[in-house]
């Protein structure tokens, strides 16, 4: 009897062995680093899928953006998206200029087309979009830049005619609230002055501090920077010379929006589009706060869109390929992308050489998200 019972208990051991365990659920991986803390709550409504135009991140997480009707924000990486439009601001689109100074001070600026070019609303939270204050400013279209809470420049539009093109600078010292004019170009006006030059377009403004800054632009004539100085708080201007490449003498030169920045106090790039036989872009390094500009030795073909990201840091996508520095522009790194982004690229942001964001616009006006983490050689749709 006891010879039977162990066989039966060793047949039930030997069953029990044979029986497949249960089936484990497959871990969906987390947006991001699971020791990441869960980002803060956000008492605004959700966006599902913003068809954004422009972004802004400060980091991995945090991030704001701008759709045709929209100011967004999110703290998650852009899978979550909120709206934090101020009250009265009914469109938003191209037409508007947001600075991001942090994720709590932001300024966007909506143009009265009505009383071009004599007048615009500023927008400014403190508080990251949960209260926004307005006043209206002097001017419409403008290029807005704030060293602080307080201070900040801006150069406005004033016309645009045959090649030439008027602007307006002005300065704030109480965070937009108040603006004064330091200068114009504008010949129709009493008080201008030919030092910034009326001849050529001015794409945008750079300043260093409330004493000196950049305008630069393009002038559509072969061989010329349009690239001037101030140090005396826009009062008067200066021209400013760069070492060419070989055969920019026959090239048209200009530098677009947002193409010459300042990283720091002391360091500082320039992004210049050289437009002849080939389509090239030139990299300009200043390591004394702009007092001298050094050419690095690659030109990047066919151009294309630039994130400054440090002094040391830099990304360019040039219409196929991915250019990412670590040195200060003397050698890149080149990532062909796994999506073909081709015409429909619209926008991209970085914050680190490994981590950025590009928006694209399909032919049937359809936006869409994209993100890498390896520095623009994959690439995931978020909220497509």
């Known amino acids: 009897m006891k010879r039977i019972f162990s066989i039966l208990l060793l047949l039930l051991l030997i069953t ?48 704001w953006g701008v759709t045709e009707t929209q100011i967004v924000r999110t703290n998650d990486g852009g899978i979550t998206w909120y709206d934090v439009t101020p009250q009265g601001l009914a469109e938003a689109g191209y037409s508007i200029e947001l600075f991001a100074l942090d994720h709590d001070n932001i300024w966007a600026h909506k143009p009265d087309f009505s009383n071009f070019p004599k007048s615009g609303t500023l927008y400014y939270t403190s508080d990251g979009g949960m209260t926004w204050t307005n006043r209206t400013t002097p001017f419409s279209g403008a290029h807005l830049h704030f060293l602080d809470a307080n201070n900040g420049w801006a150069l406005a539009d004033l016309g645009v005619a045959a090649g030439s093109n008027a602007v307006a600078v002005y300065q704030t010292a109480d965070g937009g609230a108040t603006w004064t004019q330091k200068y114009t170009n504008d010949p129709n006006l009493e008080n201008a002055d030919g030092s910034l030059p009326f001849g050529g377009l001015k794409s945008g403004l750079a ?33 400013v010379t760069l070492p060419l490449p070989p055969g920019a003498e026959t090239s048209e030169l200009g530098i677009d929006r947002d193409q010459m920045e300042f990283v720091s106090p002391s360091d500082g790039f320039i992004a210049l589009r050289l437009t002849g036989d080939a389509y090239q872009l030139a990299i300009y390094v200043t ?75 399909d032919p049937t006006h359809r936006r869409s998200l994209y993100r890498t983490h390896d520095g623009g050689a994959t690439w995931l749709p978020i909220n497509s």
């Open 207 to 239: 300043p260093l501090n409330m004493q000196t800054a950049w305008v630069y632009g393009v002038t559509y004539a072969p061989g010329i920077v349009y690239l001037h100085r101030t140090d005396d708080g826009g009062a008067s201007w200066r021209e």
């Open 16 to 63: 029990a062995c044979n029986v497949p365990s249960a089936p484990v659920a497959e871990e969906t991986p987390a947006p991001y680093s699971p020791d990441t803390p869960s980002p803060p709550y956000i008492n605004a409504p959700l966006v599902e899928s913003p068809a954004l135009v422009s972004i802004h991140f400060f980091n991995e997480l945090d991030g």
């Open 287 to 361: 390591r004394d706060g702009g007092n001298t500009w050094t050419l690095t030795p690659t030109l990047i073909p066919n151009g294309g869109s630039v994130d400054f990201l440090s002094a040391e840091e830099a990304v360019v996508y040039n219409g196929e390929q991915f250019y990412v520095t670590r040195d200060a522009a003397r050698t890149w790194t080149i990532l062909p992308p796994d999506v073909n982004f081709g015409d429909t690229f619209a926008f991209m942001d970085f914050v680190n050489p490994n981590s950025g964001w590009v928006i694209t616009l």
